[in-house]
């Protein structure tokens, strides 16, 4: 069965660096999400991504951050600047075309902390 | 305002009980709704979907739905809960002609022996 596969599962990074994560969306989805999870809070939406360029973004996402679909199979989002508080785990989405339903097809997440 | 709202933040149920956890919403059309579950240190597997047609959906691990638009709600039940059910369990809508799956906060299940 086709499935959203993300890496890495854990990355621990120091204060102030950039991190990239990556996700490999199911192959003939064209809508593309991150969420993040804070440890014991809810999932939140970050931003939506179709044709090459966000459609959606929460207000979590700001400056800090970006996405990008550098190549046919993979979407990246990258954290300028890392802080304390973007320790979490961001989940990564695709979404087939026809009837919007927003049923998502999710990966596995990939742990980020922040030291 | 727009919104998914989880009631139970934290529910015990004895082993071999029924559960129902609570969702309600607020939107103007009504959403496409989901439930997921999450264990510990995972990721979120979808239980079940409704889109349209029949109020009561059935899903995986015997769980099912109902949606009741009268009541703004789409509550999860199971009519025996086993320990492995132990999980995060998140409700989640897509508005119709939205571009976004937004969750609710979350409601925590215990099984007790």
């Known amino acids: 069965e086709p499935e959203v596969t993300q890496t890495p599962s854990h990355q621990v990074t120091q204060m102030g660096q950039e991190v990239i994560l990556r996700c490999v969306p199911i192959?003939?989805?064209?809508?593309f999400y991150w969420y993040r999870q804070i440890l014991g809070q809810k999932v939140e939406f970050l931003v939506s991504f179709y044709n090459n360029e966000i459609s959606e973004k929460s207000e979590i996402f700001d400056d800090q951050f970006s996405v990008e679909r550098p190549d046919g199979s993979n979407f990246t989002l990258k954290i300028r600047s890392t802080k304390l508080e973007d320790s979490a785990m961001y989940f990564c989405a695709s979404k087939g075309q026809g009837l919007n339903t927003g049923e998502l097809f999710f990966g596995e997440g990939s742990r980020l902390t922040v030291l | 305002a727009q919104s998914v709202t989880q009631p139970d933040i934290h529910i015990t149920v004895s082993e071999g009980a029924s559960l129902e956890l609570r969702c309600n919403y607020s939107?103007?059309?009504?959403?496409?709704l989901f439930w997921y579950v999450q264990s510990p240190g995972q990721g979120l597997q979808l239980l079940l979907k409704y889109f349209s047609g029949d109020t009561l959906v059935q899903g995986i691990k015997g769980f099912e739905a109902e949606f009741k638009r009268s009541q703004s709600s789409f509550n999860l039940r199971k009519p025996s809960v086993h320990w492995s059910d132990a999980a995060e369990y998140f409700c989640a809508v897509f508005p119709q002609a939205g571009t976004a799956l937004i969750f609710g906060k979350g409601t925590t299940l215990s099984v007790s022996s």
């Open positions: 192959s003939n989805h064209l809508y």
């Open positions: 939107y103007g059309a009504t959403p496409y």
